[in-house]
């Protein structure tokens, strides 16, 4: 090094990271690196709580005394009885773990017990379907009913019809189309509408070994793709405020969802369309894309920090399946 030079200046002239000076310099050369580092959310920490008081921090919060109020009020209200044996954070990190943050009263989840959470997973299409029904303004004040079932993998349209009413006939029409033109997915979900639960529907799909999986009710992100969808038709710049009738409302609707299943490039497909998702041709666009990208960095290799890769197409998409560990399809049947 030389003279007078600051260890910062020395190390910005010879390119090296100043962490790397110190851990290679005579003082720190006792240093070896861990060839298999535990991640420091699986150490072990002294000062965490023990299952007993973690068991104690829940039992406050299924309190129904404390039902009505908010976490906050909930952890000042029995800390001040001496019930709670930890700090306002914890209290709060625990009461997310257990996904009790938002409403715990009994009253507003049928009689005392609450819906579980939905989940299910799909690894290819044709597994899971989601499906839902949606209002479209007619003239005055007519409503049309737009019936519409996904494949949630590819978010391929699967089935769809718009009519005057929600009916169930209808309905179990519609999927006996879908079945013989797809074949049938091993779970259904959707919403808590009266034609999602009626008796015919449920036995249509019990006929055709379907399992058929229900959102929570007030819980719209137990059904998000379906959400998405009506919310992507409704902002389109091309959908009219109000359609004349409702052929006009159908023939509109044919041609969107044509372009959206051929056209449009969906941001969670890696931007692929539902289409080539759908029918497995997106395996062999996403090579073409890597190899326009090889292509381009030969080219212009300057122009990049690494070599380019095309996004990958996602491998497993479901309903909630982030709270879902190690589990498929399979397991849910």
């Known amino acids: 090094m030389t003279a007078g030079m600051t260890v910062a200046a020395a190390c910005a002239w010879a390119g090296l990271a100043r962490a790397s000076f110190y851990r290679l310099s005579r003082r720190y050369r006792h240093y070896t690196p861990v060839a298999d580092p535990i991640p420091q959310r699986a150490r072990p920490q002294p000062a965490a709580l023990s299952s007993g008081e973690r068991a104690q921090v829940c039992a406050v919060l299924e309190d129904e005394q404390y039902a009505d109020l908010s976490v906050c009020q909930t952890y000042w209200r029995a800390f001040d009885a001496g019930r709670v044996p930890c700090s306002q954070s914890s209290f709060y990190r625990i009461a997310k773990a257990e996904q009790m943050t938002g409403d715990r009263r009994r009253g507003r989840h049928g009689g005392g017990t609450s819906r579980s959470v ?92 379907i399992q058929a999986s229900f959102s929570r009710p007030r819980v719209s992100d137990d059904n998000p793709f379906s959400e998405s969808l009506f919310k992507t038709i409704k902002y389109d710049l091309a959908c009219p405020e109000r359609f004349d009738n409702i052929d006009h409302a159908r023939a509109w609707t044919a041609i969107f969802l044509a372009n959206y299943a051929d056209e449009h490039r969906h941001s969670g497909l890696a931007w692929h369309t539902p289409g080539s998702v759908f029918d497995g041709t997106a395996t062999q666009q996403r090579q073409h894309r890597q190899t326009l990208l090889n292509r381009i960095y030969l080219a212009h290799p300057q122009r990049f920090r690494r070599p380019p890769r095309a996004p990958e197409i996602p491998t497993i998409v479901g309903i909630n399946h982030r709270r879902t560990t190690n589990q498929v399809l399979s397991q849910t049947g």
């Open 118 to 209: 939905p989940k299910a997973v799909a690894t290819a299409p044709g597994q899971l379907w989601s499906w839902d029904v949606t209002e479209l303004k007619g003239p005055a004040r007519q409503r049309y009913k737009l019936y519409l079932v996904i494949d949630v993998f590819s978010r391929y349209p699967v089935g769809w019809r718009i009519e005057h009413r929600e009916d169930t006939a209808m309905a179990v029409d519609m999927f006996a189309t879908a079945f013989t033109r797809y074949g049938s997915p091993q779970v259904l979900h959707a919403d808590n509408g009266a034609i999602m639960r009626s008796r015919d529907l449920l036995n249509a799909l019990q006929a055709a070994q």
